[in-house]
């Protein structure tokens, strides 16, 4: 086979792939520009033959779209912040520190990961009850401030930071905060970047918790909010074109930012994991 | 070691006590403790509607086992697990070694294309198959042009839900593969040339064994999330037409927070544990016993 028919063909399936990977998402922001006639009628469009901005603004009007968009926004960048404050720390203790059960820790750590969420949401739930913390930001984002996967992708990245390095910060009087914050937190960036955008993610998209924690309207997030519309403006088509392309462009600018770092990141932590 | 050991050891608020006791308290609070009382739970009639906590030894078990929905959503959700890792992997490690090929143009455009429905929230992602599906105003029907009603005939609904989970997860095999092929070892296909392999041959006997950690990777953290799977079904289906597309998942959602049966729904969320863990366990000994190569 020539060189030349084999790149056209490789690219061929690539191009194929591309188009049914996008196309839904490209078929979705277009109809969200659509008016309700033009999406439900007999000979569909691709490109709006009257392109509307009325499907973004009736969102706002029926029902508080920007309310739950704050707050998803919110739970989730406290959520990952903390996150990754708590999975650095933790991995470089358990990546450059010795103590006494680390690796029956570390063990337990990676084990609940394979734990499903159904068997700890119930008992949460009715721990979340007996303290009285329902309908609280709180009860959302202390149950998720440590992530296990989280803890496991900085202890494989931040062994690799050479000891030498720490001990010339220790021989020059650094305390074990000052080289957290000044050494390993900076040379962690492709790790910290894959986590932020893992857990902007999971918890931008995390539909279960806040619907049994929240119970006020003017809390609640925007995965549970999508649905509530949905049930509520079920035919408003143009409506939900429009408020599910809302609920995408955060993550998909979180990924853009972190993209290039990210890639590396999971490429190190997989392969040695 | 012994040196920086004596030099701390007289702090007690030191940086690794700290993180050490919070994050033993952390998994105490919200692993160990929520694990013990839903074990204990599932020996109950547990149901905080209704007030009651009494103890009725294994019966939820029993009833467990005598549903016939159980078996039908364990069913769904093993043949939902299989098929969508099976073609995650297939589609994931094609695309994978077409991109590390050196003639390919144009790498990051593509990995980043392939990768955008992994990136986008799961459910939004339902919501737009919905629609994908819908018989009037949906892509699906008027692509192929069939007149299918794809998620309420009771045949095609968990085949389209299926297909829309393979359409959001595959990109994330690809890049994990197109990770484990970037770091083979060179010499090894160097000596395997020089010895006068072919392209086949070098695929076979050198690539794949060598890809195995990777697969075993994406095999394993795919068994966890898809048994699981539940926001796809609640979204798309509700578990209907009937109950065809109840996944054991969606069972323990519906008893637990529709019809608030804590004891009942607990009991089914320890056998989904122990499935989890017996699967899990299956892969690492059929990828340990296969070939053998020992590079895990």
Request: glycine share 6%; proline share 3%.
């Amino acid at each position: 086979m020539s060189k030349n028919i084999k790149l056209w063909i490789v690219h061929c399936i690539l191009v194929i792939f591309v188009i049914i990977t996008i196309l839904p998402l490209v078929w979705m922001l277009s109809s969200s520009f659509k008016m309700n006639s033009e999406i439900t009628s007999i000979t569909p469009t691709f490109i709006p033959k009257t392109f509307t901005f009325k499907n973004y603004l009736n969102v706002q009007k029926n029902f508080n779209f920007l309310r739950y968009f704050a707050n998803s926004l919110f739970i989730t960048v406290v959520i990952t912040g903390i996150v990754i404050y708590t999975s650095t720390i933790s991995g470089f203790v358990f990546a450059k520190y010795e103590f006494r059960g680390k690796n029956i820790l570390f063990s337990i750590i990676l084990g609940t990961m394979m734990i499903p969420w159904c068997v700890t949401i119930i008992p949460r739930y009715s721990m979340v009850l007996a303290v009285d913390g329902l309908d609280t930001y709180l009860a959302v984002i202390i149950p998720a401030a440590v992530s296990g996967f989280g803890i496991f992708m900085m202890k494989q990245s931040i062994v690799t930071i050479p000891e030498e390095m720490l001990e010339a910060a220790r021989i020059d009087g650094a305390s074990e905060w000052f080289i957290f914050h000044k050494i390993i937190l900076p040379l962690s960036q492709n790790a910290i970047s894959s986590i932020a955008i893992f857990q902007f993610l999971w918890s931008w998209e995390d539909y279960l918790w806040p619907y049994l924690i929240f119970s006020s309207e003017e809390k609640q997030v925007l995965a549970v909010g999508l649905k509530n519309f949905n049930g509520r403006y079920g035919t408003d088509y143009g409506g939900l074109f429009a408020a599910t392309t809302i609920s995408i462009i955060p993550v998909i600018i979180v990924y853009l930012i972190f993209q290039k770092r990210f890639i590396d990141g999971i490429a190190a932590s997989s392969v040695k994991g | 070691m012994t040196n920086r050991d004596t030099l701390h050891k007289q702090e007690i608020f030191s940086l690794k006590n700290i993180v050490v006791s919070g994050l033993v308290l952390f998994y105490i609070i919200f692993i160990i403790i929520p694990i013990s009382i839903a074990f204990v739970g599932s020996f109950h009639q547990w149901n905080p509607l209704k007030g009651t906590y009494t103890f009725n030894g294994i019966e939820n078990y029993i009833r467990v086992f005598n549903n016939e929905l159980f078996w039908s959503s364990l069913s769904n959700t093993l043949v939902f697990t299989f098929v969508v890792i099976l073609f995650r992997i297939i589609i994931g490690l094609g695309i994978a070694l077409i991109l590390y090929s050196s003639i390919v143009r144009c790498k990051t455009f593509f990995r980043a294309a392939f990768y955008m429905p992994v990136v986008t929230p799961l459910v939004a992602v339902s919501f737009i198959w919905v629609w994908m599906y819908n018989p009037q105003m949906g892509l699906i029907n008027q692509i192929l042009g069939t007149h299918n009603n794809w998620l309420v005939n009771k045949d095609t609904a968990l085949g389209s839900i299926m297909v829309m989970t393979i359409w959001k997860d595959y990109g994330y095999a690809v890049v994990l593969f197109l990770a484990g092929l970037y770091s083979l070892p060179k010499d090894c296909y160097e000596a395997a040339k020089i010895d006068g392999a072919s392209g086949v041959k070098l695929f076979k006997y050198i690539t794949l064994p060598l890809l195995k950690p990777m697969t075993l990777f994406v095999v394993i953290t795919s068994i966890i999330s898809y048994l699981q799977t539940y926001i796809q079904i609640l979204v798309m289906t509700e578990g209907g037409p009937g109950t065809s597309t109840y996944v054991t998942s969606y069972l323990i959602f519906d008893e637990a927070f529709v019809k608030y049966n804590f004891g009942y729904a607990s009991a089914i969320s320890f056998i989904m544990f122990i499935v989890i863990g017996m699967l899990t366990f299956i892969s690492f000994k059929i990828s340990s016993e296969k070939g053998g190569q020992g590079n895990e």
